[in-house]
């Protein structure tokens, strides 16, 4: 009886041995602090509160590095491009980058040692990607692998210990160009917005301008002085504005910059504006092709659209170009005043 009652203490103190490294193990799986990694349970990179503050921000990838600024008091496009040129920015693609910041969450975290900095690629980053905010303290996030099995990627953020293996980001910044970070639309014309507004058939300024738009004291009036009655001339400014490029040739090769010159010195139209500024813009439009160097047109007609003295030409498809062959008569008729 005594042996049974023996086995049976025995048996007993066993299984409590079983339990108790079981919940150790189970503690430490939850929990671990191990010397290789730091498992972190899905803890958000960034805070809203740190993202709000962000007022100017700079990436470096393979396409090149640009930089870009938030306009607080241009609430319907905050953020424009100011390097490698001036000019509006795709809002769609900040909101979301900001949006992907916002929710990618950490899985692990690894110490800074050179084996993961050479291991996760943080040595030889995909994209370098700096957060400046109100106060000019620069986050710097330089993000390394990135897994397309589980869909993660390698960070290593400034003024933070450890490497963070997280969610990778829903905006891929490697692959971005300067085609998917600006504005596609090529002008931004309202009747408010420009004082006047010109088309020249050929490739130079004449005297006498196929159409010809001029704003004073807030009325319409043709070149010879002729008010208009305004039918369609807004509609006509907003399917300008609508235009849109398929490429855009902001750092060109030089065989580019001979094609294009070519086409700029044979322009079929030449567009002048004027904004409410007092500010000239003048843009040349090519004639039709099917062809140029390093860019697949795949055998469809494009036009080039070139703004003077900016380095920046605007490829656009056929179909827009009969809208700057449209006559005065077609927009309002005009009297005398």
Not at 286 to 305: C, P, Q
Request: charged content about 25%; overall charge positive; proline content about 2%.
């Amino acid at each position: 009886m005594s042996k049974r009652k023996l086995a049976s203490n025995l048996i007993l103190f066993l299984f409590f041995i079983l339990v108790s490294v079981a919940a150790l193990f189970s503690d430490i799986f939850q929990n671990p602090l191990k010397t290789g990694s730091q498992f972190v349970e899905q803890a958000k990179v960034f805070s809203q509160n740190e993202l709000e503050s962000i007022n100017r921000l700079s990436f470096k990838n393979k396409s090149g590095e640009f930089t870009f600024e938030r306009n607080v008091n241009n609430q319907k496009s905050p953020w424009h491009m100011v390097s490698p040129r001036a000019v509006s920015t795709n809002s769609i693609f900040i909101e979301k980058l900001f949006d992907s910041l916002g929710t990618i969450k950490i899985k692990k975290v690894f110490p800074e040692e050179k084996i993961n900095l050479s291991n996760f690629s943080i040595d030889k980053p995909t994209t370098l990607l700096n957060l400046y905010d109100k106060k000019g303290k620069i986050l710097t996030i330089t993000v390394g692998l990135m897994n397309s099995i589980d869909n993660t990627t390698y960070l290593k953020i400034s003024q933070r210990p450890g490497i963070f293996h997280s969610e990778a980001p829903s905006l891929s910044l490697e692959n971005a160009t300067i085609l998917d970070l600006t504005e596609s639309q090529i002008f931004s014309i309202t009747s408010e917005k420009i004082n006047s507004f010109k088309i020249y058939l050929g490739n130079k300024k004449s005297d006498k301008a196929q159409l010809e738009l001029i704003k004073k004291n807030g009325a319409w009036q043709n070149g010879v002085g002729e008010a208009i009655v305004i039918t369609k001339i807004d509609d006509f400014l907003q399917e300008l504005s609508k235009l849109k490029s398929s490429f855009i040739l902001d750092k060109q090769t030089e065989t580019q910059k001979k094609q294009t010159s070519l086409l700029s010195k044979n322009s079929q139209y030449i567009l002048s504006i004027e904004d409410n500024k007092g500010t000239t813009t003048d843009y040349s439009v090519s004639a039709l092709i099917k062809s140029l160097s390093d860019i697949d047109l795949k055998g469809e007609e494009y036009f080039i659209i070139d703004q003077f003295n900016s380095g920046t030409c605007y490829i656009v498809k056929k179909e827009f170009f009969e809208i700057f062959n449209t006559k005065l008569e077609s927009l309002g008729k005009t009297h005398k005043n």
